[in-house]
């Protein structure tokens, strides 16, 4: 006995709708981070706060990488004007080297920009510093995992600085070293 060409209809468009929904789907997890606003500026960076290692709130980052991250969380801060989370982050490798930079991070816009590396103790500037995507080609998916371990909410940051440490430690990806 064959199926009703109406129902045999339903299936097929039922099927199709679920894995449309299944292709759609993060990309509009992704699109809460985007939110337009033409008249947003950015404000003045402060300078690169201290930073301590020994406080460090480490996490994973996909990618089965070598690396592991962590941010003081006595370096985070909110600016209430421009919804900007800068942080201090440092990159530990295998071997024990450390790359440290001064970031931000738009998460309105899903975006990043590195501020200062320090080079010796000494913070230097990054020469035209611009935003980028965190869902892009970067040689570092640190600041998504970031923002996904509490540093954003959807398109607003994830609170107070303290708000956001307390976030990232619950999140699961911290990890004591």
């Known amino acids: 006995m064959r199926p009703e060409p109406a129902l045999q209809t339903f299936s097929f468009a039922l099927r199709g709708l679920v894995l449309a929904l299944a292709v759609l789907a993060p990309l509009a997890a992704s699109a809460q981070f985007f939110k337009d606003n033409p008249d947003w500026k950015e404000t003045e960076a402060p300078p690169p706060p201290a930073y301590d290692v020994a406080k460090l709130m480490t996490f994973k980052v ?92 959807g398109a607003a940051p994830g609170g107070t600085a303290a708000e956001i440490a307390a976030r990232v430690k619950d999140f699961g990806l911290y990890r004591d070293q």
Request: net charge neutral.
């Open 62 to 153: 996909n990618g089965g990488q070598s690396i592991v991250y962590g941010v003081d969380p006595a370096s985070i801060s909110v600016t209430k004007a421009d919804s900007v989370v800068r942080y201090v982050i440092v990159a530990t490798s295998a071997s024990g080297v450390r790359n440290v930079m001064y970031e931000g991070l738009h998460c309105a816009t899903g975006e990043m920009k590195t501020y200062a590396r320090e080079f010796a103790g000494k913070w230097e500037p990054t020469t035209n510093p611009q935003w980028q995507s965190v869902f892009g080609n970067m040689p570092s998916t640190h600041a998504l995992a970031f923002a996904k371990a509490g540093a954003c909410d």
